[in-house]
């Protein structure tokens, strides 16, 4: 897709369809009122017929009377107050899914006077709606199918319209706007393909291929290496499944080298190809989704290579444990203990709270690698998808001052995180007899005690991200199909590109 920013007036730019945004109830004056009168005054119409009274993302695509464009597609932006950077990037997406299973070979959208809304201006929207149309061309069905006729179009040419507006520094924003787009979808393609096609021996050579494309440096973890290791957890969950387990490592700069923030900063991803809970074993209810339990894992890789695209050379660690967890004659049992990493003792009492003893050899590894900072993020508890639904990703971190950078970088990206307090009187929940602590503890109060269980593996700043409930949408939305959404990717390219070495 070519990308371009042109400093003509709307209504002069030639395209299959311009994208026109809506914000609050406008009264069709200045270049709206313009673009309005060329066409034929169709979006005054539109307007007073309640068409952008409904949700923001609602949309109606036009015939564009005089206007040098085809067709227009006036979508609403929702009350002024409420843009948000997130709300660029949807914007973005929305259109381009609007625009599924038609002829469009170039679009334009119109920037307007969005950057009004959002920190960084012009250049921020110009970024945030190139990133959030290469995000809308994701389309799951397509993944195992060619002759899918609903996508939503592959464009040759994506054109920003910006009056007046410096467009060298607008493509340059668009340009890294793109490239995260596709790192989201990277992460998303790979995420929503099935079990039986990514298991971890495949999702590590995916990790190879994408290592080998841009020069990142890779180690894959195999069982006895990891007994070696001690990794007793991971080696626990990994041992029901005929699939071997995999730890995923991959790297960038300059060996043990710290980053422009003077850390050496690691990303840890829950890679469970599958989870059946094993022998605590699940519901038959919704049980397919639990193949893209792997998603912390999908999304870690695709943040290291888009990293490695827009500065390369920024140090960087990523781990990716890959399990499947599956009940058979050598799973782990409940009541089986094992020994961590660190030496702790775990009395694993829940097969199916695997996640945490993947992450927690994991985040120990990360340590002896000389990790400084480290976020970990996973599909790792039904009770944040309760609590929170599928808009708002549970955060917990400590130092608060670690947590607080992560936040920012999350902000910088247009996703949205709620802090949640590792409360220490939930600590005795995870009492065993036999072993350090068990697994899990009472449902009251467990997602604390998921985080508390993590933090028994870490010695240096760390952040949890628990993504149940954003990873993948049930339904589809204006937005996004259903499947992976790819959040938080963007977050955490932010957060390693400000040790970024080179400028990004
Ligand atoms: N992968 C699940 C969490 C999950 C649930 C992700 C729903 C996405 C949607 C995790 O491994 C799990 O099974 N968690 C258990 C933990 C419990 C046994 C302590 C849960 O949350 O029910
Ligand atoms: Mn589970
Ligand atoms: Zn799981």
């Known amino acids: 897709m070519q990308l371009r920013v042109v400093g003509d007036q709307p209504w002069d730019?030639?395209?299959?369809?311009?994208?026109?945004?809506?914000?609050?109830?406008?009264?069709?004056?200045?270049?709206?009122?313009?673009?309005?009168?060329?066409?034929?005054?169709e979006l005054a119409a539109m307007a007073a017929f309640g068409e952008f009274k409904s949700d923001r993302y609602a949309t109606v695509l036009a015939a564009s009377g005089e206007l040098a464009a085809g067709r227009v597609l006036a979508i609403s932006a929702g009350e002024p107050d409420a843009i948000t950077r997130q709300v660029i990037v949807r914007l973005g997406s929305t259109v381009e899914r609007r625009l599924a299973g038609r002829t469009v070979r170039s679009m334009a959208v119109w920037l307007s006077d969005l950057g009004a809304h959002v920190q960084g201006g012009a250049e921020a929207v110009a970024e945030l709606v190139a990133r959030g149309v290469v995000e809308g061309q994701f389309e799951p069905a397509t993944i195992y199918r060619t002759d899918y006729k609903g996508a939503?179009?592959?464009?040759?040419?994506?054109?920003?319209?910006?009056?007046?507006?410096?467009?060298?520094?607008?493509?340059?924003?668009?340009?890294?706007?793109?490239?995260?787009?596709?790192?989201?979808?990277?992460?998303?393609?790979?995420?929503?393909?099935?079990?039986?096609?990514?298991?971890?021996?495949?999702?590590?050579?995916?990790?190879?291929?994408?290592?080998?494309?841009?020069?990142?440096?890779?180690?894959?973890l195999d069982p006895a290496r990891a007994a070696e290791l001690g990794m007793g957890m991971f080696l626990a969950v990994g041992s029901g499944s005929d699939n071997p387990p995999r730890?995923?490592?991959?790297?960038?700069?300059?060996?043990?080298?710290?980053?422009?923030?003077?850390?050496?900063?690691?990303?840890?991803?829950?890679?469970?190809?599958?989870?059946?809970?094993?022998?605590?074993?699940?519901?038959?209810?919704?049980?397919?989704?639990?193949?893209m339990d792997k998603t912390g894992a999908c999304t870690v890789i695709a943040a290291i290579t888009t990293v490695a695209r827009l500065a390369p050379g920024t140090p960087l660690t990523v781990i990716a444990p890959a399990v499947e967890n599956m009940p058979g004659s050598?799973?782990?049992?409940?009541?089986?203990?094992?020994?961590?990493?660190?030496?702790?003792?775990?009395?694993?009492?829940?097969?199916?709270?695997?996640?945490?003893?993947?992450?927690?050899?994991?985040?120990?590894?990360?340590?002896?690698?000389g990790a400084t900072h480290m976020v970990d993020i996973a599909t790792l508890t039904g009770a944040v998808v309760r609590a929170l639904g599928d808009q708002m990703t549970g955060a917990f971190g400590t130092p608060q001052a670690w947590y607080d950078e992560v936040a920012t970088a999350g902000e910088r990206a247009g996703e949205r995180y709620w802090q949640l307090p590792m409360i220490e009187e939930y600590r005795p929940g995870l009492d065993s007899h036999y072993a350090d602590f068990t697994n899990t503890g009472p449902a009251d109060g467990g997602i604390i005690r998921s985080a508390l269980f993590l933090r028994e593996f870490t010695t240096v700043p760390w952040v949890h991200l628990d993504i149940a409930g954003t990873a993948y949408f049930r339904k589809k939305t204006p937005y996004a199909p259903a499947g992976a959404t790819g959040v938080s990717h963007a977050t955490l390219v932010e957060l390693a590109l400000t040790g970024a070495i080179r400028s990004a």
């Open 13 to 41: 730019v030639p395209a299959d369809v311009l994208v026109v945004p809506i914000v609050g109830q406008p009264a069709f004056e200045g270049p709206l009122g313009e673009l309005n009168k060329r066409a034929g005054g």
């Open 330 to 369: 050598h799973s782990a049992r409940p009541g089986d203990i094992v020994k961590a990493m660190n030496g702790k003792t775990v009395d694993i009492i829940n097969t199916d709270a695997e996640g945490r003893l993947i992450l927690g050899d994991a985040l120990c590894y990360a340590e002896k690698l």
């Open 247 to 291: 730890m995923i490592v991959l790297r960038s700069g300059a060996e043990g080298a710290k980053d422009a923030a003077g850390r050496r900063l690691a990303l840890i991803g829950k890679g469970v190809c599958f989870d059946s809970g094993g022998i605590s074993i699940k519901p038959a209810a919704s049980m397919e989704e639990m193949k």
């Open 152 to 220: 939503p179009p592959e464009l040759d040419e994506l054109i920003l319209v910006a009056p007046g507006a410096n467009s060298a520094a607008l493509l340059n924003a668009a340009e890294r706007g793109v490239i995260i787009g596709e790192g989201a979808n990277l992460a998303r393609r790979l995420d929503n393909r099935a079990a039986n096609d990514v298991t971890p021996e495949v999702l590590a050579g995916e990790a190879r291929a994408l290592a080998e494309k841009y020069g990142l440096s890779i180690d894959v």
